[in-house]
């Protein structure tokens, strides 16, 4: 059974805005820290933005000021808000997580021990 589904990947042109959600099990919802990571063809996947228990956040420079991780606690969905999209925003969107209770080294993709498929977002100009 999948832990955690991501969706609202699509294609979206230079500046526009896409939403990015992921669901989770009820188990680690509740008990892990969250975050998104994203990968383009022939690189690493890197850190988007991440989410604590607590709701600390933390986020790429790269990012910061366009995207917002939040949590949806009635649907058990953490959101990611893409805002003025780059082409470099382009890739594959994984949702991911983690337990304990602190974002301490959370661009560690090792530090994750549930992942999804992950969704595709394409940047147009």
């Known amino acids: 059974r999948a832990q955690l589904v991501e969706s609202g990947g699509a294609s979206v042109e230079v500046g526009g805005s896409l939403r990015l959600s992921c669901t989770a099990s009820?188990?680690?919802?509740?008990?892990?820290?969250m975050a998104w990571f994203r990968q383009a063809p022939g690189k690493g996947r890197e850190g988007v933005a991440a989410i604590g228990t607590d709701g600390s956040i933390r986020s790429s420079d790269s990012v910061k000021g366009r995207f917002t991780i939040s949590l949806d606690k009635d649907k058990r969905m953490v959101l990611l808000q893409m805002k003025n999209v780059k082409p470099e925003d382009a890739g594959t969107y994984y949702c991911?997580?983690?337990?304990?209770?602190?974002?301490?080294?959370?661009?560690?993709?090792?530090?994750?021990?549930?992942w999804g498929r992950g969704t595709q977002v394409t940047v147009s100009s």
């Open positions: 991911a997580a983690r337990s304990g209770w602190t974002l301490v080294d959370w661009r560690n993709t090792d530090e994750y021990e549930y």
């Open positions: 009820e188990y680690i919802y509740y008990a892990f820290c």
